[in-house]
């Protein structure tokens, strides 16, 4: 059974930062595109950076400058690290790995972990 295990999330105030950690079932993790998305209320799901086996990464416009997505393939865990969080930046972030050949609607998601920043 694949598990991706979210963490790091709580409460912070504008400017500072958070790290988010996804332990991820070391069967797919060397196989898959890993990514952080996140849902604020009332709004659609969006990506906020995706990192592939090779270490490419891509991010969401609002987040590129101030967020880091990493990857240790010895730990099977992703990682997010935030900076100059913004009240905007509140929401769940989930945690998803997908196969390369498919999308990442397809792929397998973590709990979701809370994200809010105060101003």
């Known amino acids: 059974q694949v598990q991706l295990v979210e963490s790091g999330g709580g409460l912070v105030q504008a400017g500072g930062s958070l790290r988010l950690s996804c332990a991820v079932s070391r069967s797919i993790f060397s196989k898959t595109v890993m990514g952080w998305y996140r849902q604020a209320p009332g709004m659609q799901r969006e990506l906020v950076a995706v990192?592939?086996?090779?270490?490419?990464?891509n991010y969401g416009d609002s987040v590129k400058g101030r967020f880091t997505i990493s990857r240790d393939n010895a730990e099977s865990t992703v990682y997010l690290q935030m900076n100059s969080l913004k009240p905007e930046d509140t929401a769940v972030y989930y945690c998803?790995?997908?196969?390369?050949?498919?999308?990442?609607?397809?792929?397998?998601w973590g709990q979701g972990t809370q994200v809010t920043v105060s101003s």
């Open positions: 990192i592939t086996s090779g270490g490419s990464t």
């Open positions: 998803n790995a997908h196969y390369s050949s498919s999308s990442f609607r397809n792929g397998y």
